[in-house]
């Protein structure tokens, strides 16, 4: 019996999980960007620290060499054998630190837009509609949470900020462009045609 009503019991939380058509369809359809935040954050996610990486690798790698070339500069070889080893031993430091700060810069980049989509995705689901404010809002509150982090003054605060609010309304505002293209509904458009049709609602009954 015990058994019988366990499987009973997780049958109910299966068949509550599990979506039908109808609903996967139309979940894809009312998401940001047509994508589920269940995989549009992960995408955000990885392709973050692909972009990281990419540009980790490049200053490293660059700044390694540098590095490299300066203390070595007073000991330089002088036969061939000498230099073979020397520009071998510069492209493994190259390599290295390359990767290094690729990594580094790529998971930074990976937690800062986790926590940007995540906190957008919180303001969608509290305020029951997406449109640029939430975006706004997660923008600055990972931009808030970065700067108490690593202490920054009032003035770095300052300017983290505004970069956050940048960010945020640009995103945010192709995001809902690319909605009402699609015809989703977006929160303040929304407000403001219900407002303008109760206008003209007004307008036609004292008229």
């Not at 692909?50 to 980790?56: H, N, P, V, W, Y």
């Amino acid at each position: 019996m015990a058994q019988s009503s366990m499987s009973k019991s997780e049958t109910a939380v299966r068949d509550q999980v599990t979506l039908t058509r109808e609903e996967y369809v139309q979940l894809w359809k009312d998401s940001r960007l047509s994508i589920p935040p269940l995989l549009r954050i992960p995408a955000a996610a990885l392709t973050a620290f692909g972009m990281g990486m990419s540009l980790g690798l490049a200053h490293g790698s660059k700044m390694a060499g540098l590095r490299f070339r300066a203390e070595h500069a007073h000991r330089l070889p002088t036969t061939t054998t000498g230099w073979y080893l020397y520009h071998k031993s510069k492209n493994y430091h190259l390599a290295f630190g390359g990767l290094k700060e690729g990594f580094k810069v790529g998971a930074r980049l990976s937690v800062l837009s986790t926590a940007m989509f995540c906190a957008e995705n919180l303001f969608d689901v509290y305020r029951g509609t997406k449109d640029l404010f939430s975006t706004v809002m997660a923008s600055l509150a990972v931009a808030g949470g970065f700067s108490f982090w690593n202490r920054f003054s009032a003035a770095e605060t300052a300017r983290t900020a505004r970069k956050g609010l940048i960010f945020g309304l640009a995103y945010g505002a192709v995001q809902d462009l690319l909605s009402l293209a699609k015809g989703r509904p977006v929160g303040y458009v929304e407000f403001i045609r219900r407002h303008i049709g109760k206008a003209s609602q007004l307008e036609e009954k004292t008229t």
